[in-house]
Each structure stands twice: as C-alpha cells, then as structure tokens.
C-alpha cells in the first residue's frame, strides 16, 4: 500500500471523533447551572432610638449583715449545733455553755430578790402606821421621819435585789448562745469541752439574702447615680449569667485620695449562688441617648466577635459589630452598621456572606 493511502486512513478515525463530539454550553450557562437559588430571610431595620447608656464599673459582693457572734458568757461549751455553710434562722441555737454554776446563783439572787420584797411590804405597813400615829400626835416627828427614812432604804434595797435577780437570770439566759440574724455559718470557732470567755468568738455568721454589691464610680460620672437605679452583673464563676440589683446606698462624699463616689446595690441571692466576696463587674444605666439599635437576635455572639448579616442589594454581608446597651429585645450598635441598613433577623445555617436574597 502506499503511503499517502495509509496517511489518508490514519486520519478519517480522528475526523470521525470530532464529528460525534458535542459542543460545549457556553460559560453563561453554566454559571447559571451552579449558582445557588436565592435564599429567604426576615430582615429588620437599624434603627435609631432612645437607649440607655450604661458605666461599667467593678466591685465586690459582701453580706448585707456580718457578725462575728460571741459568746457574752464565759463557762465550758457541752454542745455545738451548726457546721460551716449551715443555714440557720434568727433565734436558732449555735452552742450551749454549762450554765450550773449560773442556774445556782440566779436561785440565790431569786430567793434575795423575794426578802427583799417581802422587807419592803412590811416597812410599807409600818410607813402606813406611824403615819397614822403622826397625824393623831402620838409620836414625835423625829420617830416619824426615822421609820419612813427606813421605808425608803428597805425600798431600795428591794430594787438592788430585783436588778441582781435579772442579772443573774441573763447570765442563764446567755448560756445558749443564738443567732442574732438568719444567715450562713461561715466558721465555727468553739468544740465541745472548750472553755470561752464573753468576748470569745462562737461563730462567723453571714446574711447571704441579699448581698451587698459594692462599686467605686469615678466623679465625672456621679451625676448619673440615683437611688433604685437597676445593676446588671457578672462574676466569672457563672460565666455570662447575668444577675440584678438596685442601687439603695449613696455615699455622702466622694474620696479625695481617689475621686470616687462609694455606692452599694442589694442584689438578691435567694439560692445562695452568689458568695460574698466575689468579684463582680456590673453595668450601670445612668442616662438615655439616640442610638442606632438591631434586635438583639440578629446578633450571633462567638468567642472571638459579634457578627450580624446585613441585606446589600439583595445579597448577604457579613459584618463585625461593637455592641452597647440591651433593652426590650434590642442592642445598641456602636460600629459595624449604618441606620437604614437591613439585618438578618435569627439567621439560619444557610445565611452566609455573598449569599444572594429573595
């Protein structure tokens, strides 16, 4: 065979090929094909609105009452009833001192107080007699004033030993030492056996319900500080668990070595989360101003930013924002956002930056 034949048959195959190939769609069409459909969503406003402003301060919790309750007796302790973080009620009893030696001379002092007054009734009588006997002149006047000047001592004497009667049943009394307030043991000082003195300390004893929340506001801002202003908190123990407060204590004076104004906020503390002593960092509305303000579930919060999804043109921007103030179910937007722009409201898992809107 010759060769422009054996070219010529190479060639027919290739140009059979290209013939059954069909043509490509154009880059249109396909891009078309793989975009993905636009996709539906709630939007809301940033709007303008009177919002609060708000300091954010730092403080410290302590109990709205702390007692260090001493024993305001002195014997040997025979039993002990409360344990550190025991709640207790005001009149509950915390310990019991050996009250023998006091039961035996508050009798004494009974049986002392009862001669006494049993004294002052017959001199009472006998008062009543030479007064008789005066006014029909069968006494003198020095007789007279020698018996009532005895009425009047044994009078006296009478009061003595009722006082000393009352001293010596308080002593008994202060045997069974009680709680003073209701509260939280924060520490138990006495056992068993131990020998205490009226300045010894029983018990630390703590109203846990309210807490008081103490804060430092600089003097600039002291102006915005009334009574019943309401507090937002956290402590880092709970994270972002926010609690409440009011503010009821307003120092007179601002410190002069650190210009500051003292103020304190009763915070509730019904479950005994809170502990006094932790740290807190609080905010505190002192004021309203205009703000540009979203609803508070266009916002998503992750660890490192606050993202909401702004509607541009029908398509989806994601964006970074600075927030403010909270209320009523709306956020102040510091930066990120401009009023009239429109966000996505509770955005779905298919809302994401560059995704096109119905």
């Given amino acids: 065979m010759r060769p422009a034949t054996l070219r010529l048959l190479s060639v027919l195959p290739v140009l059979a090929l290209v013939a059954c190939k069909k043509p490509d769609p154009p880059a249109a069409e396909l891009t078309l094909a793989s975009a993905p459909a636009p996709i539906k969503v709630q939007v809301a406003p940033v709007e303008v609105q009177p919002m609060p402003e708000h300091l954010v301060l730092t403080g410290t919790l302590?109990?709205?009452?702390?007692?260090?309750?001493?024993?305001?007796?002195?014997?040997?302790?025979?039993?002990?009833?409360?344990?550190?973080?025991?709640?207790?009620?005001?009149g509950d009893t915390l310990a019991i001192l050996d009250a023998r030696g006091a039961s035996i001379s508050a009798s004494a002092a009974n049986a002392q107080s009862q001669l006494a007054k049993?004294?002052?009734?017959?001199?009472?009588?006998?008062c009543e007699r030479v007064k008789a006997l005066k006014d029909s002149g069968a006494i003198s006047q020095a007789e007279y004033d020698r018996v009532t000047s005895q009425c009047q001592t044994t009078q006296w004497s009478a009061a003595a030993a009722q006082a000393q009667q009352q001293n010596a049943q308080k002593i008994v009394g202060d045997s069974v030492i009680r709680a003073p307030f209701p509260g939280v043991i924060g520490e138990r000082y006495v056992n068993v056996g131990q020998y205490v003195q009226p300045s010894?300390?029983?018990?630390?004893?703590?109203?846990?319900?309210?807490?008081?929340l103490e804060l430092t506001v600089p003097e600039a801002n002291v102006a915005g500080i009334k009574p019943d202003q309401p507090v937002v908190f956290t402590v880092s123990?709970?994270?972002?668990e926010k609690f409440a407060g009011t503010v009821k204590f307003i120092s007179p004076n601002v410190r002069p070595t650190t210009r500051d104004l003292v103020i304190e906020a009763f915070c509730p503390n019904a479950e005994l989360k809170l502990k006094p002593g932790m740290f807190a960092v609080a905010r505190l509305e002192t004021a309203e101003k205009p703000a540009p303000a979203v609803p508070s579930n266009a916002l998503v919060k992750q660890p490192d930013a606050t993202r909401v999804f702004a509607v541009v043109d029908k398509r989806v921007e994601e964006r970074i924002v600075q927030t403010g103030a909270e209320r009523d179910g709306k956020t102040v937007v510091l930066a990120g956002l401009k009023p009239g722009e429109n966000v996505v409201v509770s955005p779905g898992s298919d809302v994401r930056d560059g995704a096109q809107v119905q």
């Fill in 62 to 90: 302590r109990a709205s009452q702390e007692s260090e309750v001493a024993a305001d007796a002195a014997g040997k302790v025979t039993a002990t009833f409360v344990e550190r973080g025991q709640r207790v009620k005001q």
């Fill in 118 to 126: 049993a004294q002052l009734e017959q001199a009472q009588r006998e």
């Fill in 200 to 212: 010894t300390r029983v018990v630390t004893l703590y109203m846990a319900d309210p807490l008081r």
């Fill in 237 to 240: 123990a709970f994270g972002d």
